[in-house]
Nanobody
Framework: QEQLVESGGGLVQPGGSLRLSCAASGLALDSSAIAWFRQGPGKDREGIACLSNSNDFTHYRESVKGRFTISRDNAKNTAYLQMNSLKPEDTGVYYC?????????????????????????WGKGTLVNVTS
């Protein structure tokens, strides 16, 4: 059974950094597209960082470009989201998703376009609260 578990969230001051982790079981991340989504208070869930399963191509939401970095550690079968220069508007619950095979391309598209209405099987996410 495939499972993704997010962790690493917390309370941080503006300008601070956090690294989120997404530990996978039952799914090999080295051949998967990986995506991080965020849902802020009163907002829709949106794709913020996307990593393809081919050539490790990445896409970032404009609001996080230059501040966030998505990556994976194949040996640990874990994906990460390094978040620097955090802003209050980065507050929200962060979720990861991963798909291998034919679903990888669809997940990357869903991440880029924030097409989440057809997505299911979300984990619990991890809460990031950026406040002074």
């Amino acid at each position: 059974q495939e499972q993704l578990v997010e962790s690493g969230g917390g309370l941080v001051q503006p300008g601070g950094s956090l690294r989120l982790s997404c530990a996978a079981s039952g799914l090999a991340l080295d051949s998967s597209a990986i995506a991080w989504f965020r849902q802020g208070p009163g907002k829709d869930r949106e794709g913020i960082a996307c990593l393809s399963n081919s050539n490790d191509f990445t896409h970032y939401r404009e609001s996080v470009k230059g501040r966030f970095t998505i990556s994976r550690d194949n040996a640990k079968n874990t994906a990460y989201l390094q978040m620097n220069s955090l802003k209050p508007e980065d507050t929200g619950v962060y979720y990861c998703a991963a798909q291998s095979g034919p679903g990888a391309g669809l997940l990357f598209k869903q991440c880029v376009l924030s097409q989440v209405s057809s997505m299911n099987g979300w984990g619990k996410g991890t809460l990031v609260n950026v406040t002074s």
